[in-house]
């Protein structure tokens, strides 16, 4: 039994590290190229990222690869009528497939905190690496078209001299309540200040615009824009679904204290309103603003309730898909790789994946409890149990 348990294993890690390392590094090529198109980034800054866009890429390669390499293996063995000879030997199916499902269980924890990595500590390593190099990125930027813009400003110039920028235009939108300001200059030049958080611009004989205001400065002037408007990626995140797993518990609480907060104001409003005899403060129109925030609040703490439960069953998608995997392949008794791989990815890619995402969605509105983000991986583990059965008694 351990010959077999050991041949199974060693034959599962073989597909499972070799295409492991050939998606990865495919998924990561396609990351870091489309950071690079979005950010501007140059070779320097591209290399600087793939530690942080690497786990990003192994936790969606694993759970696929896993399931690859099952189908594989056990579809070769099946056709080869290595899994009638176990039976004839008196020896159940369920000796070569326990292997892989304990080696899909190791793998599982590995894929929970990949998941917990990659949302976290990678998407906040981009974030600094594009933050940090956003001189860089718009200087590059410039010098190639002539201009760089987000959604707050937008720079363009008629040509870039090493670090001088020859008439440049500047237009800075800071909040939607107030009209933009618009810089014309003979040269500028940028500097990041990463300490306070700021792009220093500093232009030469140029000229002001905002609104129906108009000034002119022959000398120099210095503009201080903050780095996560000039970045096209924030500087900080608030999402619940960037939050480590172990800061759970203390954005919980945190959470519940603002909404207690938010809801003792609106009372409060309403009791002054009573106390005072101002009977029209106590209208559900006067303290709108609360409830809006209110729900805003409340549907950030379903979200921060249900992330951990997301990346728990998400990462355990890896056992699921070896129960259904192995004895699918085993039943389909075909040898191509790719055809027996495919076989049994249609069924998780019909069923799996759309109640998953129902469940979180559901979930983040607060309509069912976050337990319910764990619905597709029970359906496939009834489901592989039931094919199981089927294999263990043919």
């Not at 070779?43 to 990003?56: A, G, K, R, S």
């Not at 518990?249 to 104001?265: M, P, Y």
């Not at 925030?293 to 998400?314: F, G, Q, S």
Request: net charge positive; glycine share 6%.
């Amino acid at each position: 039994m351990r010959i077999i348990s050991r041949y199974v294993l060693w034959e599962l890690l073989q597909v499972f590290l070799v295409a492991l390392a050939a998606l990865t590094i495919f998924m990561l090529v396609v990351g870091l190229v489309r950071e690079a198109q979005q950010q501007g980034l140059g070779l320097v800054q591209i290399l600087m990222l793939i530690p942080y866009v690497l786990p990003e890429a192994m936790r969606f390669a694993v759970p696929g690869t896993m399931l690859f390499a099952v189908a594989s293996v056990f579809g070769r063995m099946s056709a080869s009528n290595e899994v009638i000879a176990l039976k004839a030997a008196g020896i159940s199916p369920v000796a070569i497939i326990w292997p892989a499902a304990a080696l899909a269980l190791v793998v599982s924890f590995v894929s929970v905190w990949l998941n917990d990595v990659a949302v976290s500590w990678g998407r906040d390593g981009v974030r600094r690496v594009v933050v940090s190099s956003v001189e860089q990125i718009i200087y590059g930027r410039l010098r190639q078209q002539r201009s760089y813009s987000t959604s707050q400003i937008s720079i363009n110039v008629k040509a870039v001299d090493g670090k001088r920028l020859i008439r440049p235009t500047l237009s800075f939108q800071s909040d939607s309540n107030s009209p933009p300001a618009t810089i014309s200059a003979a040269e500028a030049e940028l500097r990041a200040n990463a300490a306070n958080g700021t792009l220093v611009v500093t232009f030469r004989d140029g000229t002001l615009h905002m609104g129906d205001y108009t000034a002119s400065f022959p000398d120099t002037i210095v503009r201080e824009v903050p780095l996560d408007a000039v970045s096209r990626k924030n500087t900080t995140s608030t999402s619940p679904s960037e939050i480590a797993m172990a800061q759970f518990a203390t954005a919980r609480v945190d959470q519940t204290k603002k909404i207690d907060r938010i809801e003792q104001l609106a009372a409060g409003k309403v009791a002054m309103g009573i106390l005072t005899g101002r009977t029209e403060t106590t209208a559900p129109h006067f303290i709108a603003y609360e409830h809006e925030l209110l729900k805003h609040e409340r549907n950030r703490l379903h979200r921060i309730v249900m992330e951990p439960w997301r990346r728990w069953a998400n990462g355990f998608s890896c056992l699921c898909f070896v129960l259904v995997g192995a004895p699918m392949a085993i039943r389909m008794r075909n040898s191509d790789f790719l055809t027996s791989f495919f076989l049994c990815f249609l069924p998780i890619l019909i069923v799996y994946y759309p109640v998953f995402m129902i469940g979180v969605d559901q979930a983040k509105r607060g309509s069912v409890p976050p337990v319910a983000v764990w619905t597709g991986n029970l359906l496939i583990t009834l489901w592989g149990w039931w094919l199981l059965r089927r294999v263990v008694r043919q």
